[in-house]
């Protein structure tokens, strides 16, 4: 799929998977598309899945500037949205491509069928965003490539998975490094993005349907961000899924498909105006 050129001269690279109903797929911080690492073509067995670089990231070359807010990667997405003559889609988002789902939903309600967050967060809500431990990781790995991702499995993947596969992961994020270099320049510029994105008083009156889904063994965002995202969302689903880490796709990608598509068969299907049970006090593992 060729860039997309923007009238800011922004170039974003997207790629299109499947067919049927259309469904956004966003990456977190410092995440490309290829950090899917398949899932997106598992996705793609049950749906339109549109996968999407963000400024900076992977394929779209174009370095964000230091005033680029959420709402500004949210305007690309649907641009790309708008590139394919889709006029909705289900916006699912990870970590701060959750933010971004947010944000597609408060600034372009109509071109949302739901939003799905999974283990994301947002400003305001006088809680830590991002896990100490997962902060000092990234810092102590910051001078070698080897030990950052090493560290950043620890802090990303949950407890339960066998060190041959985590290790090919790892061999996977190096690979994706050689492929697209190191994106600490743009992850710069995201995260004073994310710090900035404090809208929890617009997300009362959100009315896109929402649901936040969380892995109950994710160390790099705190699991009471997605409790209270979803305490403010009306009629917002809260889905806890059980020992799963940052990385929930890559955790439990079993479980994490088969919340979309009862979610979505239930949007679809004209469901959502029974939210008996979503409630973030009755959902399971929330707390």
Request: charge should be positive; hydrophobic fraction near 40%.
């Amino acid at each position: 799929m060729p860039d997309l050129v923007l009238p800011s001269g922004h170039k974003i690279y997207y790629e299109t998977n499947g067919q049927g109903t259309p469904l956004v797929a966003l990456r977190g911080l410092g995440r490309s598309m290829r950090h899917w690492l398949g899932y997106e073509k598992k996705l793609a067995k049950h749906f339109q899945v549109i996968t999407v670089d963000a400024r900076g990231i992977g394929r779209s070359a174009q370095k964000p500037g230091w005033m680029d807010t959420v709402f500004d990667l949210a305007d690309d997405v649907a641009a790309v949205l708008d590139d394919l003559k889709i006029t909705q889609a289900h916006i699912l988002g990870v970590s701060l491509g959750g933010m971004v789902a947010l944000a597609i939903g408060l600034k372009h309600e109509e071109r949302c069928r739901s939003i799905i967050t999974v283990n994301s967060s947002i400003g305001g809500l006088r809680s830590i965003r991002i896990s100490p431990i997962a902060v000092a990781s990234l810092l102590v790995g910051s001078g070698s490539k080897k030990l950052r991702h090493q560290l950043l499995a620890r802090a990303l993947v949950g407890d339960t998975m066998p060190q041959s596969r985590r290790e090919r992961i790892i061999r996977s994020w190096e690979e994706i490094d050689g492929l697209e270099g190191d994106p600490a320049p743009t992850v710069i510029r995201q995260l004073i993005a994310a710090v900035r994105f404090n809208h929890h008083k617009d997300l009362r009156n959100l009315r896109v349907p929402t649901m936040v889904m969380y892995g109950t063994k994710d160390r790099f965002v705190p699991n009471k961000n997605s409790v209270k995202i979803a305490k403010l969302i009306p009629n917002c689903k809260l889905v806890a899924i059980s020992g799963g880490g940052h990385e929930i796709t890559i955790d439990r990608p079993n479980e994490v498909l088969a919340e979309i598509k009862t979610w979505v068969h239930r949007i679809d299907g004209g469901g959502f105006d029974s939210p008996e049970g979503d409630t973030p006090e009755s959902a399971s593992g929330a707390g």
